[in-house]
């Protein structure tokens, strides 16, 4: 929604009607339907526009590429929201979602961001890189508790991004930042997914502030097989179980 300067306040994404909706200024039923799909209508209803075909190509393999994870945070915390109201599929995923920050899902935007200030500033990887580590800062995108020497996903995303020409300024910066990376902190940190997403989206010109959409979305789908799942065998209470065992309670001495 955007207020103007004069004038009441609009909406530019959709209208119902008595018989039909409008969806960015498209007959839903009478367009939409039956010729987007999901993934082209998410980028219609994200930016206003249709997306091309590299657009839509690779939004369907950014969202496959973040979705699912194993037994992550988010998806533990919906499975035992689950497990204590089993009626609550919809409370479930939001909170897993309401897990999904920076250190769990990923640092998309904050990469996205980096990206554009490099590009607009002109200023070097290598120094933005000693910049944040100057201020203690982790640098965005790069680094993995799992995945060493390198992201696969992340890898993949990239050869296909080459492959396929759309790779850009951004890319090329989020290749320098890998090397700065391992100047500054003295070691490799693997290019992580996140990163990759970031560099791909802008790329594609896809807007920095929406770029953390895309893991939300595809997390949303991982949490919903994961609910699916724990209503057919139920894991929350074993895990709330494995929590309880794993921590030693310790009660604070008598004064």
């Not at 560099?199 to 979305?217: E, Y």
Request: glycine share 10%.
């Amino acid at each position: 929604m955007q207020i103007g300067k004069s004038g009441p306040p609009v909406t530019r994404i959709a209208q119902a009607y008595p018989d039909r909706v409008e969806v960015r200024g498209r007959d839903l039923t009478g367009d939409l339907m039956g010729r987007l799909t999901f993934t082209g209508y998410f980028h219609l209803l994200l930016t206003g526009e249709e997306p091309t075909e590299e657009q839509r190509f690779f939004l369907d393999l950014l969202l496959v590429s973040i979705a699912e994870h194993g037994l992550m945070p988010t998806n533990v915390a919906a499975r035992m929201t689950l497990a204590a109201d089993p009626g609550s599929v919809q409370g479930a995923v939001a909170a897993g979602i309401l897990g999904a920050g920076p250190v769990v899902l990923g640092t998309t935007e904050e990469c996205a961001r980096l990206l554009e200030r490099a590009r607009e500033t002109g200023t070097p990887a290598v120094e933005l890189a000693r910049e944040l580590q100057a201020a203690g800062e982790k640098l965005p995108g790069f680094g993995h508790p799992v995945h060493r020497p390198v992201d696969p996903r992340a890898e993949r995303i990239l050869e296909l991004a080459d492959e396929r020409g759309v790779s850009s300024a951004h890319v090329a910066l989020a290749r320098d930042f890998r090397e700065a990376a391992a100047e500054v902190w003295g070691k490799p940190l693997p290019l992580n997914v996140s990163m990759a997403i970031a560099a791909v989206l802008l790329d594609l010109g896809f807007p920095s502030h929406a770029v953390k959409a895309v893991p939300i979305l595809a997390r949303v789908a991982s949490l919903l097989a994961h609910l699916a799942e724990e209503q057919e065998r139920p894991l929350g209470f074993l895990l709330a179980g494995a929590a309880e065992e794993a921590v030693t309670y310790e009660p604070d001495a008598a004064d």
